[in-house]
Nanobody, 126 residues
Framework: QVQLVESGGGLVQPGGSLRLSCAAS????????IGWFRQAPGKEREGVSCITSSDRSANYADSVKGRFTISRDIAKNTVYLQMNSLHPGDTAVYYCAAYRTQGFHCSGSPTPYNYWGQGTQVTVSS
């Protein structure tokens, strides 16, 4: 059974950092692209970052480039999202998601992702 479990969210002051984790079970990261998405109240879900199954490339939304870093630990079957220089506009529920692919591309759109975690709340506020 494929399962994704996010953790690491919380309340942080502007300028602070958080590291989100996405623990995968029921599949191996080598076969799946993993994406991070976020959804703020009243807004559509948007892609934040993704990493390919081959681990050869990662993509970032313009709004987080230079501040967020996606990485993965194969031994732990876990993907991380390191978030630095957070600001109130980053407040949202963050989700990780997966879809099976052997390509060197990962999608920033939710469309191909067929497995989703339950989400973790990130609140940036003073």
């Amino acid at each position: 059974q494929v399962q994704l479990v996010e953790s690491g969210g919380g309340l942080v002051q502007p300028g602070g950092s958080l590291r989100l984790s996405c623990a995968a079970s029921g599949f191996t990261l080598d076969d799946y692209a993993i994406g991070w998405f976020r959804q703020a109240p009243g807004k559509e879900r948007e892609g934040v970052s993704c990493i390919t199954s081959s681990d050869r490339s990662a993509n970032y939304a313009d709004s987080v480039k230079g501040r967020f870093t996606i990485s993965r630990d194969i031994a732990k079957n876990t993907v991380y999202l390191q978030m630095n220089s957070l600001h109130p506009g980053d407040t949202a529920v963050y989700y990780c998601a997966a879809y099976r692919t052997q390509g060197f591309h990962c999608s920033g759109s939710p469309t191909p992702y067929n497995y989703w975690g339950q989400g973790t709340q990130v609140t940036v506020s003073s």
